[in-house]
Each structure stands twice: as C-alpha cells, then as structure tokens.
C-alpha cells in the first residue's frame, strides 16, 4: 500500500524526527563514481526535499568537500525543511591520527580528536551554509584517540548548539559499547541491505537495548539490487563497481532469480523493484532509516516512493524468504 505521506522516524532519544528514507550524496561528490554533475545534482536534492524526504546525509571526504558545498547550495533557502546530517573523522589538513587512503593524491587520515573535529565542523558549516548540523557523525573510528575523548568534544559541540544529535558511523559491537558508555549517543550508520546483513546478529541488538537508531546505507548495494544492473552490464574503469567481486556475473544472476520472485509484489504496489527493496529494508526490525543515493531528479522521485510504501506481513515474510533463497551466498 503506498500512501501520500512520507513516513517519518526519530533518530535516537534527540527529539529529531526525518523521514525514513534519507538522501545519501556520497555520488554527488563524484569520487569514485566516475566525476559529478552539480546542477543535476542539485536537482536530485530539491527533488527529493519536494517529495518530502527530510534526512539528507553529506560527508566532507565525499569529493573533499564537493559533495557538501553543493549540498548547501540546494537547500539555501529551504534549511528548515532538511534534517542534515555530515562526518567527521576523515581528515587531508593534518597527518595525525591513522592513514587510510589517497584521494586526489592527498592522503587522508582517520582522525578524530579535539583539535581535528573542531576545525572540520567549522569547515563543514561554511561549506553547507547553515549554522547548526542536525545529526553530526564520526566517519570511520579512529584508532588512535580513545572514543570517551572523541565524545566529550562531540557533547562540548552540541552545548554549543553547533550540533544537535550525536552518531557513529562503521563500527564495531565495541566501539558501539563505548559511545554508549562515555554520553548519549543517538545513532549508527552502518551498510546494511539484502546481501550484507550481518549487522543483525552483532549491531542491532546493541542499538536496540540502548535506544539508538540506524541509519542504513548502500541498501541497494550500489545498485545492484536496483533491478537495473542485469548480468550484462558493463562498467567504466573509474566506477568502483568495475571488478567488484560483489558485482560478478554469477552474483547478478542470483539476484535476477530474487528480481523475478518478488516482481509480483512490485507489480501489486506498482513500484519498482529498487522501491521494493529500499521499503523492505526499512520494515526490517532494528533499522530505522535508509539512505539511498540519486544522481538526478528521477532517481530521487523514485526513492522517495519508497518512503511511502506500506508492505504487509505476508509480502515482508515472502520477500525475507526469496532473499534467504538466492542470496545467502553471495560474494563479496
């Protein structure tokens, strides 16, 4: 059943409520998704704000700041409308903490103390336009600043009332355990989706106990539970997707076998197969939100759907058991 209004969630004990499909703009930053269109993109966030879609997700290291600088150009003027939500923690202005990887020929280090996230949050409210971030997270754990620290300056941000909601992003069940165990921590970000579901036997039950929300992403797998991406695709060399073991023809092949079961239920709902997949995920217990990326207004229209879609028991149970059925050994 699809109905008019988006549904919408609260992201942890904050008072904050989003819809619960968000819009994620890692794309939008074009790194390693082969470059950026920024009046498209802009397109796709206005689109998605029309629609009702609140939760929009940045991070500064999605295109060194590209992804955010055009995210605030598409919301100036419509602030109050979006439940923002950026990172911290991956860093190229210093060499403390750990390395992690090169972008654009400048390495960029995991690191997330004091001195590090007070600058990057000044950066990232410039960069967006707006003088708060609704939902603030730690981008990838920092293994050489202890979380307790991490959390007292992230608590010291949100006295400021430079953030309002406190999150984690790529954790473990410990990690996890020590943001519950140093203040209040709202919500994880973790990848969660058909084919990577292993978050409901280490995460969920943690974040569930201690009133956190989840905030899921990559739930069409970069797209290849879009129903689009069919066994003879072939990718450019600069996308991440090109030989990606997750991406082998035989992994395409079980997931056509999944598309041509619950392409009924699809039918029914007349929705897409990726709009089917986006509302399962978020009926799973435990997940709260999903952020799906668009790179144009269609694709946001689309995703937006999602947010609509009411599945019943029945349809949920027969979705869960074709997923069990053709995906549980896939490659990764």
Excluded at 49 to 57: P, V
Excluded at 123 to 138: A, E, N, V
Aim: glycine share 10%.
């Amino acid at each position: 059943m699809t109905s008019n209004a988006v549904k919408k969630r609260s992201i942890g004990t904050s008072g904050i409520e989003a819809s619960v499909v968000g819009l994620g703009t890692w794309a939008i930053g074009g790194w390693m998704w082969g470059g950026t269109d920024e009046q498209q993109s802009i397109a796709a966030i206005q689109a998605s704000i029309d629609e009702g879609i609140s939760l929009i997700d940045t991070a500064p290291a999605y295109g060194m700041g590209l992804s955010e600088t055009i995210v605030g150009k598409a919301i100036r003027g419509r602030r109050d409308a979006v439940v923002l939500a950026t990172k911290c923690g991956l860093v190229w202005h210093t060499t403390k903490g750990e390395y992690f990887f090169d972008q654009d020929g400048k390495p960029v280090h995991r690191y997330l103390g004091a001195d590090s996230i007070a600058h990057e949050v000044e950066q990232s409210l410039k960069r967006l336009g707006t003088d708060y971030i609704d939902h603030y997270i730690t981008h990838w754990q920092d293994p050489t600043t202890p979380i307790a620290d991490t959390m007292e300056t992230l608590i010291r941000l949100k006295e400021q009332g430079k953030i309002r909601s406190i999150g984690a992003s790529n954790v473990s069940p410990e990690d996890l355990k020590a943001y519950i165990g140093s203040g209040e921590i709202d919500a994880i970000q973790e990848e969660y989706s058909m084919v990577r579901r292993d978050i409901e036997k280490t995460l969920l039950p943690i974040a569930k106990a201690n009133n956190v929300s989840v905030l899921s992403y990559s739930s069409l797998a970069l797209g290849l539970l879009s129903g689009k991406v069919g066994p003879d695709r072939i990718f450019a060399a600069d996308d991440q997707r090109q030989g990606n073991p997750r991406f082998s023809q035989a992994n395409r092949q079980k997931v056509a076998h999944l598309v041509g079961d619950i392409a009924p239920i699809a039918e029914a709902h007349d929705v897409s197969i990726a709009q089917l997949v986006i509302a399962w995920t978020v009926h799973q217990p435990g997940i709260t939100f999903s952020l799906c990326g668009a790179r144009d207004a269609v694709q946001a229209r689309e995703n937006a759907a999602a947010a609509r879609l009411t599945l019943a028991d029945d349809e949920r149970v027969f979705i869960g058991e074709a997923v069990d059925r053709h995906l549980v050994d896939l490659d990764h």
